[in-house]
Antibody
Framework: EVQLLESGGGLVQPGGSLRLSCAAS????????MTWVRQAPGKGLEWVSG????????YYADSVKGRFTISRDNSNNMLYLQMDSLRLEDTAVYYC?????????????WGQGALVTVSS | SYELTQPPSVSVSPGQTASISCSRD??????VSWYQQKAGQSPVLVIY???NRPSGIPERFSGSNSGNTATLTISGTQALDEADYYC?????????FGGGTKLTVL
């Protein structure tokens, strides 16, 4: 059974930093592209960032480019999102998601989400 | 900027067919996926690559994509289908989600 478990969410002041982690299990993590998607309170889904299976290629939404960094550790089946220079509008539930095999363009499994609150 | 346009809400009676649209110029040239999100839960993939159902998704869910519009169709809608539905596509190296449609089963 595929499991994706996010952690690292919490309350942070504007301008601060936070690192989200996503522990993956139940599948061959190293051969799947992964992504982060967020959802602000009462709003829709917003794609944040993606990373290729080998970690060599990364992609970012314009809203987070230059502030967030996605990475992965295939030895330990972990996905990360380093979030710097956080803004009020980054407040959201952050989901990690597993892409279909072969950079398929769709997201077949999702975690339960981690809440990030940016507030002074 | 790349946008996918969905109606904010759709209502349907139990047992009837619900159709949710997702529009953009020349959308039929791209693959579209659909996600269901029930209140307080994580999204679930219900249709991928326009018309494919993942294992475990009921046959009443179907999808199509042609011209400028992709459509998610739920036949014989049940009360448990009440949820928010999002379409999704790719644009260059970025992912785009539609604004979401709240499906109400009256």
């Amino acid at each position: 059974e595929v499991q994706l478990l996010e952690s690292g969410g919490g309350l942070v002041q504007p301008g601060g930093s936070l690192r989200l982690s996503c522990a993956a299990s139940g599948f061959a993590f190293s051969i799947y592209s992964m992504t982060w998607v967020r959802q602000a309170p009462g709003k829709g889904l917003e794609w944040v960032s993606g990373i290729s299976a080998n970690g060599f290629s990364t992609y970012y939404a314009d809203s987070v480019k230059g502030r967030f960094t996605i990475s992965r550790d295939n030895s330990n089946n972990m996905l990360y999102l380093q979030m710097d220079s956080l803004r009020l509008e980054d407040t959201a539930v952050y989901y990690c998601a597993k892409e279909g095999l072969g950079s398929s363009g769709y997201f077949e499994d999702w975690g339960q989400g981690a809440l990030v609150t940016v507030s002074s | 900027s790349y946008e996918l346009t969905q109606p904010p809400s759709v209502s349907v009676s139990p047992g009837q067919t619900a159709s949710i649209s997702c529009s953009r110029d020349k959308l039929g040239h791209q693959y579209v996926s659909w996600y269901q999100q029930k209140a307080g839960q994580s999204p679930v993939l219900v249709i991928y690559r326009d018309s494919n159902r993942p294992s475990g998704i009921p046959e009443r869910f179907s999808g199509s994509n042609s011209g400028n519009t992709a459509t998610l169709t739920i036949s014989g809608t049940q009360a448990l289908d009440e949820a928010d539905y999002y379409c999704q596509a790719w644009d260059s190296d970025t992912v785009v989600f539609g604004g979401g449609t709240k499906l109400t089963v009256l």
